[in-house]
DNA sequence: GTCTCCAAATTGGTTGGACCAGTGGACCTC
DNA sequence: GAGGTCCACTGGTCCAACCAATTTGGAGAC
């Protein structure tokens, strides 16, 4: 499990300096046909390596968001420099494999020490959660709110301060999953299914069925039909 | 014009380094999971600068084809290094504006030298064209070749080496457009109208009708629906 | 003999400096 | 003023070195 819980995404100099560079570009309302500042002059303000901005021009170039002009300076092709809505799209679906993994591994031990710790006061958070969503479902809705609210009671009957850190640094990514996890039909009451027989095991106090029923809800979360189409040929 | 005909795309030295990766890969046969060779000796046996290597490596992690273990080596992340389809399409629709505005820049100028020069048999060749592409629509098909083989009776009849020679290195790209644009509703027949403009001022020997018939077609062959679809948020 | 642990080799990450190659504007010539 | 020349600017590539994470293999403990 340890090996799961390395850091997701180590940060990749050029990584932050096109990050600093969609900033700036934003900051300075610049668009489309504008030109960014020389590679030497960037790499002095940001006290990198001008190799580590040309990587990041690689990056941002590869994407689609600017032009290289040799000898002419680099220039915008689109009025900001975030990836196109399909691009990011892309770089979900690929990342979410590693979420998965690593989602997995922490709030399947979660799941296992809240049926070990949990209080009564825990199992009411867990059961007005679970109401909550069964409400939403009702009213139509996705239940994002309340999804993520049953997780974050079970992670509060844990008792884990590690491993609730860990879930809090994962939460952006999971948020981001989550939405598209529900939008396909049925899954909302699918999930809520799930979330229950979770509930059950931690009321009873059965660390192991706590785990295989996380076990089975994080995995059902990973299969999102978006995005497998293909254009034909 | 002349600015239009620049060089499409000068050759970067990463974009062949990863180009040579994706032979090294499909000739290896190298699949997901495997490790590709370090970055010092890449740079070593294509005889170019770690630099290079490494931009080509970050191009590709880019397109989330590798990935990258600070210390433990490059690994594919698929069985090939070929971008995704969807990545192929964005790349495909960004550069179209380039394209079109060297195809626009060509061919008209084409259109209005093939109505000054057009002999008897070149006229033939284009109606033969023509009659192709009506008879391929009532098949109901798109009438891509046929689409193809008229351009190549105009350019023929234009006898400019030079600009064949353009639209020639030109072809690929607009074979790629081509297809997308044909495959719209309706396109094929508007398509095959257009087309009997161009060639009704070339048999006038109208040479200013012809190039804006040309720069007409040209134009709306740029009008691709594809891809302009956003997910919600 | 097997296991553990540590140090060296391997491999990616970043830096600074150097030089080459197009671009574009200042400047000079006519 | 028109034209051409030259040079500063900017991107393109290379090199040598060193840092940081991982892997590996052998020394030592059991």
Redesign the interface.
């Known amino acids: 499990m340890s090996e799961s819980l390395r850091p997701l995404a180590?940060p990749?100099l050029?990584e932050q300096v096109a990050a600093r560079l969609r900033e700036y570009v934003a900051d300075q309302g610049l668009r489309a046909g504008d030109r960014i500042p020389p590679e030497r002059e960037l790499a002095d303000r940001l006290q990198v390596s001008r190799?580590s901005v040309?990587?990041a021009i690689?990056?941002l170039e590869?994407?689609?968001l600017i032009e290289?002009r040799?000898g002419g300076g680099n220039y915008l092709?689109r009025d900001h420099l975030e990836p196109?809505?399909?691009?990011n799209?892309?770089?979900r679906k690929?990342r979410l494999p590693e979420i998965l993994e690593a989602r997995d591994a922490a709030e399947t031990k979660l799941a296992s020490l809240a049926a070990e710790r949990r209080t009564a006061a825990d199992l009411a958070a867990i059961d007005a959660a679970l109401a909550a969503m069964r409400a939403a479902i009702e009213r139509g809705e996705l239940g994002v709110d309340e999804d993520e609210r049953f997780h974050g009671a079970v992670i509060a009957a844990a008792r884990s301060p590690l491993l609730a850190d860990f879930m809090t640094h994962l939460s952006r990514e999971i948020a981001e999953s989550r939405r598209e996890s529900l939008r396909q039909p049925g899954r909302p009451a699918n999930s809520l299914r799930q979330h229950e027989k979770v509930a059950d095991a931690i009321r009873t106090g059965d660390p192991t069925a706590a785990a295989t029923a996380m076990h089975h809800h994080v995995q059902s979360v990973g299969d999102v039909k978006?995005?497998n189409w293909?254009?034909e040929?």
Chains 1, 2 share one sequence.
């Open positions: 180590r990749r050029y190799t040309r990587q690689v990056a590869v994407q689609g290289v040799h092709l196109e809505p399909m691009e799209l892309l770089a690929r978006l995005l293909t254009p040929h």
